[in-house]
């Protein structure tokens, strides 16, 4: 029987001779690092998930984009199912890192959201997270808490306020961040798509669990002055939004997917504990008025 490292070293881009190994991490692909003759590369493999949203001929067309932007690395090699990226020799993120860094990570950030539609091609696509949380649920239909999930949804898009489209990465987990050593660089664009800036600042700091003065500083920091009172409100609904999305992007794919080493009912419990928390805060602050 022909195994996932036999295609890999079947493709027709590597020089010489080849070692495959396993790269953890991964929640939704299989990903491997294959050194050959000339360097070492990052092989990333995955299928259309259309229950996410989920297209990879857009994900190839956006990550040879954010290379020529000079956001992430170069794609050697691309077929169905296959992305062959240069690897990036650096050191992955995690919360910490993403909070001791976010004065390096919010100009980035800022570039690429203002910096990327000239490189992006093809029909547009859009992330609004309460549409995606709305499909979740559908796909959900009759899962313990999906009333509380969607009212919560609701209060917060009502709570947003009017902001520009800008070209969103949409999935600023710590691990898709990689530092160098002089520069970050950005990776994995599954979600990538137009979008307002707040929800990918929100995700930076929920995502990395920051506290309430740091995702205060990121927010000031992005749009250099002091945010006014609904802007600040709309940020912190959207930082419970996008810790809402991740319980549900997970729920979804405890029926969907089977990742090696995935525990995705645990996922889904960590997010939920961690959002319920959120919204605590969010609500101490700014109570459950909708409009």
Avoid at 38 to 62: K, T
Wanted: proline fraction near 4%; glycine fraction near 8%; charge should be negative.
């Amino acid at each position: 029987m022909r195994t996932v490292e036999d295609r890999i070293r079947a493709l027709p881009c590597w020089r010489g001779r080849i070692d495959v190994t396993p790269l953890e991490g991964g929640l939704s692909n299989r990903n491997f690092l294959v050194t050959d003759g000339s360097a070492r590369h990052v092989v990333r493999l995955g299928q259309d998930y259309p229950f996410h949203h989920v297209d990879r001929e857009r994900e190839l067309m956006v990550a040879r984009a954010a290379y020529e932007a000079g956001f992430g690395p170069p794609v050697h090699y691309a077929e169905a199912g296959v992305m062959v990226c240069g690897m990036i020799e650096g050191r992955t993120f995690n919360s910490e890192d993403v909070c001791a860094n976010a004065g390096r990570i919010v100009p980035l950030i800022r570039a690429f959201h203002g910096e990327m539609p000239a490189h992006v091609s093809g029909a547009a696509f859009l992330f609004w997270v309460f549409h995606v949380i709305r499909d979740y649920a559908r796909m959900l239909k009759d899962r313990e808490g999906l009333p509380h999930y969607l009212s919560l949804a609701g209060e917060l898009e009502n709570a947003q306020v009017p902001m520009p489209i800008v070209f969103g990465h949409n999935d600023l987990l710590p691990a898709n961040f990689i530092d160098d050593g002089e520069r970050i660089w950005l990776i994995d664009y599954e979600y990538a798509g137009f979008n307002t800036a707040l929800f990918d600042l929100a995700g930076i700091a929920s995502n990395a669990g920051m506290s309430e003065e740091e995702a205060h500083a990121l927010l000031a920091a992005y749009f250099g002055h002091e945010p006014d009172a609904a802007l600040q409100r709309a940020f912190a609904a959207m930082q419970c939004a996008s810790l809402l999305r991740e319980a549900m992007w997970s729920m979804v794919s405890e029926l969907h997917l089977d990742a090696p080493g995935a525990d995705y009912a645990a996922y889904t419990a960590e997010n939920l504990t961690r959002l319920e928390q959120a919204v605590e805060r969010y609500r101490s602050r700014y109570g459950t008025k909708t409009s």
